[in-house]
């Protein structure tokens, strides 16, 4: 199957400019246009990250490419090229191999990213998608990491949170247009995409710049998707918002200066102050003009049931 | 499980110069030595590739890696980094996780390749792993692609072929010093690594390059190990050569001029003429002064058993 299949992926893949050589040789040579390579993998597995036969097989490919951008948007990077790993099920898999790769490749169309490698493995496991995304920065600009937060800084997030569960894990829009205007017009001091849920990467993000963060509960934009979890209790709501993964936004800090900035930016998206950097560490919540600990809480991989 | 894991992980990863930003952030940052990037992708699985019950833990890490090197090898290549996908099943996975990490990083640090990704999942599925190897081109030198052979080129193989069941697969060495040497001061017209079986993989040389080949089969290097499995009988070992999968050795078409010079360098491996490009196309098998046509065979992915 795998001959065949490589022969019509080759036949599907737009040419790009950036393409020196592409799929069906041992490896893929791309032109690089960059100093430096950022570099993520994820692999999405049916019945944790999707459901086969409740999701359309388009939107699952679709899903494994975005979860990769978010992660390059989230380094203030461009997507360039992807490899995808494919561990697919005995039946019909080329089939389903297909369809997988309609999704993923409208997607890597929309951001010029071109395909650098496609794996396929026929096994008695479920659907199981890898992909490793390469960005580079545009010149002059260095990465985003989770290091840089300062004291003072504001802490910033793109969209409107919890509920993802609804739909919106399958559809977000990687936020790579808003990391592009961030990148360019402001200086961001740390980032981190919200995949584990708010109140864990928030956490991560602390701990990696040795700052805490004071939230302000009542600034955190609530999706609707998590209203109608909770049937339209707020309190409920922002647990939601707080806790559940794969929102896939933005979370970033940067100085009060650079956000006047941002908020002259078209992002494409809202960008939400939703707490300040501050000396003393860990997540502090203000409410009613106090303040409490949170607990960091979100998706644990390998911790579930 | 992640979390600790990779912390567990950044520990025991060896500082390279190329890394700018190492794991644990939301990607990784390596500086990149090259115009282009060299990439490829493979996935190996429990039951397919190895058995997770019957083979050395450290070995199976090694193997994922040592696939994708071979696959650097084959385009005129050095290693730069590595992303690592694991699909672990749910018995003690980080236990597993570590065992295979210990092959793989120490194959890693010999041929001094940064990690730069490493992604868990763990599902009721068979162990998988999936490696994303990024290599480099060093200054003035083109990949070597499967579509470059010409009329009048040497077939050359590296190192003795078949019988790679009996632990070669597991074993191997990739061939990227004798790459490195052949990249230096030969010009290689085509090149492929063996992963399929010699006559597959030197069909789809053939085919991509437009040439035919005219086998001497009295020259190809079996391996012992082909001898092994066929009681010592050499047409039967010889069939084992031509079509056992895994051998991971290089396939490279030069002028006879090059092979001249290719012969007087240390590659670590023995280099062997086995044939020569023509321009009748397909495979062709001269033996006892005549020529018959060779129909390819190997292991091809997904055909089933």
């Not at 400019?17 to 690089?32: K, M, N, R, S, T």
């Not at 999707?50 to 979860?67: C, M, N, P, T, Y």
């Not at 399958?170 to 990148?183: D, E, V």
């Not at 309190?235 to 970033?252: I, S």
Request: charged share 20%; proline share 5%.
């Amino acid at each position: 199957m795998e001959q065949s299949f490589l022969a019509w992926l080759r036949g599907r893949q737009r040419t790009l400019p950036q393409v020196e050589l592409g799929i069906g040789d041992d490896a893929a040579v791309i032109h690089w246009p960059a100093e430096s390579v950022i570099a993520t993998v994820d692999t999405i597995v049916d019945g944790v990250d999707f459901k086969l036969h409740e999701h359309d097989r388009a939107s699952i490919g679709r899903k494994a490419l975005a979860v990769s951008l978010s992660d390059i948007a989230a380094m203030g990077a461009e997507p360039v090229a992807v490899l995808v790993s494919l561990q697919l099920p005995k039946e019909q898999p080329a089939q389903l191999a297909a369809a997988l790769y309609e999704g993923l490749l409208e997607l890597a169309s929309e951001y010029k990213v071109a395909l650098a490698g496609g794996d396929l493995t026929v096994a008695a496991a479920p659907l199981a998608l890898t992909t490793t995304v390469l960005g580079a920065l545009p010149a002059g600009q260095t990465a985003w990491t989770r290091r840089g937060a300062q004291v003072g800084d504001l802490v910033c997030v793109t969209g409107s949170l919890g509920g993802s569960i609804l739909g919106h894990h399958l559809k977000f829009t990687p936020r790579l247009h808003a990391a592009r205007q961030l990148a360019r017009h402001c200086s961001i001091h740390a980032a981190i995409d919200i995949s584990d849920g708010l109140s864990l990467d928030l956490d991560r993000l602390c701990a990696a710049s040795g700052v805490g963060v004071e939230l302000d509960l009542m600034q955190i934009p609530i999706a609707p998707a998590a209203f109608e979890l909770s049937g339209g209790e707020r309190a409920e709501a922002l647990e939601h918002a707080l806790g559940d993964g794969e929102d896939f936004e933005l979370l970033l800090t940067m100085s009060p200066e650079s956000f006047d900035i941002a908020s002259t930016l078209d992002l494409g998206v809202p960008l939400t102050v939703i707490g300040k950097c501050v000396s003393r560490t860990g997540l502090w919540a203000k409410q009613g003009g106090k303040l409490h600990r949170l607990n960091p809480r979100g998706y644990v991989h390998g911790a579930g049931p």
